[in-house]
């Protein structure tokens, strides 16, 4: 079986002759959440790939997520898009769900910017807003680097003081503000899923200091961290999360708020993307 460093770099190689990436281009990487592939689709220049054709990407299976790398442009700087994501409920260990986030710091994105749908925990939220990430609690019980360390990839203890940076933080504050949006700012707990929180999960979650549960994002973040990508973070706040909210909680009403919000979204994220380009350095891909 490949090593991880292995299928990173066929995934580079594939992905860069697939797409007719610019060579030692370096791209501003989003991962697009529940319901918010509408970014990809609104790329200029696009071009995309189905995860099926990119080795080591499992299939998505969840509605909103549609499974494509896409490359194009926001006022001509240029995006790698994963629309869609893979989650640990669809029978995946933490390592696999992590390896999109793998392959593009192997092909030497800039920074990373994931982004999720997520239930309120905190009772001042409401569906419709956007947070910023400010940290993360991994409540899974995983983590994506379980397993003998590959050097090429990163160090074997990597810190997460900073796992999501300053420089893009403040990009995106500026972003917000610039389109005149409010920005809540706060603290993502992931939780495996595929069942929502009880009652009683969420209230131990805001003891924990959460404003935010998902199910996926922390993976990505943790790979990246050992790879020295720069992150960013967005929740889009869907519905409030068990206990708070008064009505069941489904699949289809977070994607269907998710895709409402989808105006509100893009026309952050496209404010966004030119500055987080500046606020960091280009990298190098995996060699």
């Not at 995934?11 to 791209?27: F, H, I």
């Not at 790398?69 to 260990?93: F, N, S, T």
Request: aromatic share 6%; charged share 20%; proline share 7%.
């Amino acid at each position: 079986m490949p090593s991880w460093t292995e299928l990173a770099l066929a995934c580079a190689r594939v992905a860069r002759e697939g797409l007719r990436l610019p060579e030692g281009e370096s791209a501003l990487a989003v991962v697009l959440g529940s319901g918010l592939g509408g970014f990809a689709d609104s790329l200029e220049e696009a071009r995309a790939l189905p995860f099926a054709e990119l080795p080591g990407f499992p299939r998505a299976t969840v509605p909103g997520h549609r499974g494509r790398l896409v490359y194009g442009k926001v006022a001509q700087i240029p995006v790698l898009a994963l629309q869609g994501r893979i989650h640990a409920y669809e029978g995946h260990d933490a390592a696999t769900v992590a390896f999109p986030a793998r392959a593009l710091g192997a092909l030497g994105a800039r920074a990373l910017v994931v982004t999720n749908a997520a239930g309120a925990c905190n009772p001042s939220f409401a569906p419709g807003d956007l947070m910023r990430i400010t940290d993360h609690i991994n409540f899974t019980g995983r983590n994506p680097l379980t397993g003998a360390n590959e050097d090429r990839l990163g160090p074997r203890f990597p810190d997460l003081t900073h796992a999501y940076d300053a420089r893009l933080a403040r990009a995106l504050e500026e972003a917000a503000r610039s389109v005149g949006q409010a920005l809540r700012a706060g603290v993502y707990i992931q939780m495996n899923g595929p069942s929502y929180e009880t009652p009683a999960e969420i209230r131990m979650a805001r003891s924990f200091g959460a404003d935010a549960v998902g199910m996926s994002t922390v993976p990505e973040v943790i790979v990246a961290a050992q790879m020295g990508v720069p992150v960013a973070g967005i929740s889009c706040i869907t519905n409030l999360a068990a206990g708070i909210s008064q009505h069941p909680l489904t699949h289809q009403e977070v994607v269907e708020v998710a895709r409402a919000m989808e105006g509100k979204f893009l026309d952050l994220l496209r404010a966004f993307v030119p500055r987080a380009f500046a606020a960091v350095p280009p990298r190098q891909g995996l060699r």
